[in-house]
T-cell receptor
Framework: AQSVTQLGSHVSVSEGALVLLRCNYSSSVPPYLFWYVQYPNQGLQLLLKYTSAATLVKGINGFEAEFKKSETSFHLTKPSAHMSDAAEYFCAVSDPRAGGGNKLTFGTGTQLKVEL | NAGVTQTPKFQVLKTGQSMTLQCAQDMNHEYMSWYRQDPGMGLRLIHYSVGAGITDQGEVPNGYNVSRSTTEDFPLRLLSAAPSQTSVYFC?????????????FGNGTRLTVT
C-alpha cells in the first residue's frame, strides 16, 4: 500500500524567502504523486503532479517539485514566498497500476505561514 | 462553472440522527469520492465510485453508506450519527481515465455531532 509522510506540520518563512515543504513516499512501484493546496474554508486545489514524464515538475503560482526515486522524496519548493502562499499543503500518492489510482492517499498536511 | 457542489455547508446533528450529505458535479466525471478531514490526520477516503451503479469502500467506510444512481450525484449517508463523525467532509471528482487525473474538490461540509 502507498503512504506519504510530510515532515513538519507547521512551516514559517519570511516573505521573499525560499519555501521548502517535505514529502516522502512509500510505494512498491513508481507512484503518481501530487501536491494540493487548501486555502481557509475551501476545498483542495491541484498545485502539480508527477506521472513519470519528467522528474522536475512545475506547477501553478511558481511552485515546483522534484521526484527523487533514490530518496523516495517529492519535496515542494518555491524560490520566493509571497503572503498569498499562506495555506495548508498536502502531498498525495496513488498506485499507477490498474485500479490503484482509485485510492489517493494524502499526507497529514503542512501549514505554511508567511511573515513580513 | 459550478464544478463540484456540496450541500449543506454546515450541519449539526444529535447522536443517533441520520442525514445525507449531497454532492453534485457538472463535469461529466466518471470517478467521484468522499473524504473526511480531521486535524492532524489529513484527508481519509471514505467511499468512492467509478461510475453509475459502482461503488467501493475506502480507508474509513464504517458508519457511512453511498450510492451512485447518476453520473452527476454521489450522496453520502450517515445512518446513525456518532460524535466520532464530527469532521469536515469533502466530495471530489475526476475523469475516469486513470489515477493521474487530478481531483476536483467541493468546498466541504462541516458536520458536528453532539
Amino acid at each position: 500500500a502507498q503512504s506519504v509522510t510530510q515532515l513538519g506540520s507547521h512551516v514559517s518563512v519570511s516573505e521573499g524567502a525560499l519555501v521548502l515543504l517535505r514529502c516522502n513516499y512509500s510505494s512498491s512501484v513508481p507512484p503518481y504523486l501530487f501536491w494540493y493546496v487548501q486555502y481557509p474554508n475551501q476545498g483542495l486545489q491541484l498545485l502539480l503532479k508527477y506521472t513519470s514524464a519528467a522528474t522536475l515538475v512545475k506547477g501553478i503560482n511558481g511552485f515546483e517539485a522534484e521526484f527523487k526515486k533514490s530518496e523516495t522524496s517529492f519535496h515542494l519548493t518555491k524560490p520566493s514566498a509571497h503572503m498569498s502562499d499562506a495555506a495548508e499543503y498536502f502531498c498525495a500518492v496513488s498506485d499507477p497500476r490498474a485500479g490503484g489510482g482509485n485510492k489517493l492517499t494524502f499526507g497529514t498536511g503542512t501549514q505554511l505561514k508567511v511573515e513580513l | 462553472n459550478a464544478g463540484v457542489t456540496q450541500t449543506p455547508k454546515f450541519q449539526v446533528l444529535k447522536t443517533g440522527q441520520s442525514m445525507t450529505l449531497q454532492c453534485a458535479q457538472d463535469m461529466n466525471h466518471e470517478y467521484m469520492s468522499w473524504y473526511r478531514q480531521d486535524p492532524g490526520m489529513g484527508l481519509r477516503l471514505i467511499h468512492y465510485s467509478v461510475g453509475a451503479g459502482i461503488t467501493d469502500q475506502g480507508e474509513v467506510p464504517n458508519g457511512y453508506n453511498v450510492s451512485r444512481s447518476t453520473t452527476e450525484d454521489f450522496p453520502l449517508r450517515l445512518l446513525s450519527a456518532a460524535p466520532s463523525q464530527t469532521s469536515v467532509y469533502f466530495c471530489a471528482s475526476r475523469t475516469g481515465q486513470g489515477g493521474n487525473s487530478p481531483l476536483h474538490f467541493g468546498n466541504g461540509t462541516r458536520l458536528t455531532v453532539t
